[in-house]
């Protein structure tokens, strides 16, 4: 048997993308054996400052809370720390300064390795994430370092996208949210994206696999909030 | 605008419920205002020792785990206290002990008082339970206070009760473990409950208002989490 690590989980950021991953994560810790359950601590705390707003210069930093967060979990006895809110790893690096010894998994690099991974022919993606996350160029570089292009909405369609992942935040997210998500993704699509990396976490909550399409052929799509489950569940259960 | 106060989640037992009760908690949040969402802090842990094997005397008591995880979310800042699985509320006390100043609030009292507001003509309930909680009599003393009659399960309808929750546990419920506790439920309403308490948090995962008939009326349904959902936001919420 496999020794297995305690996972603290930094959220909040928003709430209900902290319930999916937990959810999610809870779902496929059962699909191993009944034996496979995590022991998962976590603080959510929809009181952190705004992430975009603190990278656009026009807000408080949320860098001190992530930190005390981090310390707090591995109080708790968190063994690696998580943070499923793409934003906030603008400041993974006061995170992991705030860790210590205690591994930090970050959801970029996941997130980018898993779509290399899955997806080794693509060569230019598409993303859908906050203005926050694009500013700090946290996916377009790590994408460009692996070799492929990250497209980003233009005008109008980054303001709906915006739109969208807030609506969710707010609890607002309707049909009609949905299909503009879906229509700003399909222009992606057009503008030469061969995947659709939901770079947000709040994405999921708005569109799945299949949602997208671009002629007629359904498009990939990378989920960050899954990839990140998937390399927390191996890395909670990993050998040694 | 109210105080808030952080909430702590003794939780993991088993962890879909505790999924549920974190849902249902954020859903219910929101629907208040934007500004009203909580910190919750959750220490999620399938590692508890099982329940009713302790209150049936063939197994280790969780009492120590479940004080330890007490301490653990005060230090972590939390300023009220819920465990949302009955059957842990045998051990109750323990985990009062180890709270010191930050209040607990009991999942018992609170679905019985609950009950008694919502459905005040009812005169007997029936009750889907562990054996544990059965055998500890935390719901049939409670509610024969308050001058309820409290029906159980007889021989093998409390078996088919106990392996339909501990589906839930194992993550293997189906329809037709779904199909069977609704038959132990409505052979409760033939020995004359007015209504069902769902007195375990797996069960509202099984079965929901609506579901369960008796001479072609549906019967009021009693969802322990939901009610434990209730009282969390009214007392993290309330002035002063």
Chains 1, 2 share one sequence.
Do not use: W
């Not at 705004?50 to 001190?64: H, K, N």
């Not at 997130?111 to 994430?129: D, H, K, N």
């Not at 299909?179 to 700003?184: E, I, S, T």
């Not at 995947?195 to 960050?224: K, N, Y």
């Amino acid at each position: 048997m496999s020794a297995r690590r305690v996972v603290g989980v930094i959220g909040g950021m928003g709430p209900d993308a902290t319930v999916d991953f937990f959810a999610k994560l809870v779902a496929a810790t059962r699909a191993g054996s009944d034996q496979d359950h995590l022991r998962i601590v976590i603080d959510n705390d929809p009181g952190v400052p705004d992430r975009t707003a603190a990278i656009e210069g026009r807000g408080e930093s949320p860098a001190p809370r992530l930190a005390a967060m981090a310390r707090g979990l591995v109080a708790q006895g968190a063994e690696l720390l998580v943070m499923p809110c793409n934003s906030a790893h603008a400041f993974a690096e006061t995170v992991r300064e705030a860790a210590g010894p205690v591994p930090f998994l970050d959801l970029i690099e996941t997130t980018v390795a898993a779509t290399r991974e899955r997806l080794p022919g693509v060569t230019a993606v598409g993303l859908l994430a906050t203005d926050g996350a694009l500013a700090a160029r946290l996916y377009q570089d790590a994408f460009e370092a692996a070799g492929v292009r990250a497209l980003v909405p233009l005008g109008d369609d980054q303001r709906t996208a915006m739109d969208a992942i807030y609506a969710v935040k707010r609890g607002s997210a309707d049909d009609a949210v949905r299909a503009r998500l879906r229509l700003v993704a399909e222009r992606l699509a057009a503008a030469g994206a061969e995947a659709i990396v939901a770079a947000c976490t709040e994405v999921p909550l708005l569109m799945a696999e299949g949602d997208v399409r671009h002629d007629g052929d359904v498009l990939p799509f990378v989920s960050s909030t899954d990839e990140l489950v998937r390399r927390t569940l191996a890395e909670a259960t990993a050998e040694g």
